[in-house]
């Protein structure tokens, strides 16, 4: 199974200021058509996940362009250039190239 | 607007059934994949099953192989999901989710899960 690590676990931002959150993959998530199968979401308390970045880093539909996702073959990155608080919750990556589809540890965000 | 809304969640006994439903609204049903995902408490998030948009094709966890089903009827715009032999590890909130899904040598490829529903809860308890 593809193993996804996320980091931080936690991360505390001031609002207004840039946060990052990195997934690394066990193996490549470059599928031969040239998309890479890794996507973001976002769980705010007490809701469902939501998608925000879908194939490595393509918004999804009414994501703010707050919202950013960055791509190698192993390596990925969800950048927020400006936190509000409403940005409060867990994000998750999760990659989609092969079953079992299997989801990063999550990271908390929380406002300082 | 796209809904999706499960129902059939509760409370059993390890070893026992439930059978979980997943009613959509708002797109064309029939076109596109289908999945499960759960996440236990203050755990995270665990793919289930996934089921292609013709009902031809299945996929599924091994923690949850040979125990639960995964259907559709796209005459209903309904999703299922059947699940036998309970243990307590299930415990969990399911979700379904609408999804891009296109098959290939490993399994499938399975791409943008939007929008998920609310979940229905499943306890397994003696």
């Known amino acids: 199974d593809i193993v996804l690590s996320q980091s931080p676990p936690i991360l505390p931002v001031t609002p207004g200021e840039p946060a990052s959150i990195s997934c690394r993959s066990s193996q490549s998530l470059l599928h031969s058509n040239g998309y890479k199968y890794l996507d973001w979401y976002q769980q705010k308390p007490g809701q469902s996940p939501q998608l925000l970045i879908y194939l490595g880093s393509n918004r999804a539909s009414g994501v703010p362009d707050r919202f950013s996702g960055s791509a190698s073959d192993t390596d990925y990155t969800l950048k927020i250039s400006s936190v509000e608080a409403d940005d409060v919750g867990l994000y998750y990556c999760?990659?989609?190239?092969?079953?079992?589809?299997?989801f990063g540890q999550g990271t908390r965000l929380e406002i300082k | 607007e796209i809904q999706l809304l499960e129902s059939g969640g509760g409370s059993v006994q390890p070893g026992g059934s439930l059978r979980l439903s997943c009613a959509a609204s708002?797109?064309?049903?029939?076109?596109?994949?289908m999945t499960w995902v759960r996440q236990s408490p203050g755990k995270g998030l665990e793919w289930v099953a996934a089921?292609?948009?013709?009902?031809?094709?299945?996929y599924y966890a091994d923690s949850v192989k040979g125990r639960f089903t995964i259907s559709r009827d796209n005459s209903h715009d309904t999703l299922y999901l059947e699940m036998s032999r309970l243990r307590p590890e299930d415990t969990a909130v399911y979700h379904c989710?609408?999804?891009?899904?296109?098959?290939?040598?490993?399994?499938?490829?399975?791409?943008?899960?939007?929008?998920w529903g609310r979940g229905t809860q499943v306890i397994v308890s003696s």
């Open positions: 989710a609408k999804v891009f899904l296109r098959g290939s040598t490993t399994g499938a490829v399975i791409w943008r899960l939007d929008p």
């Open positions: 089921i292609a948009a013709a009902a031809g094709r299945t």
């Open positions: 708002g797109f064309p049903f029939h076109s596109f994949g």
């Open positions: 999760m990659q989609g190239l092969q079953t079992p589809i299997t």
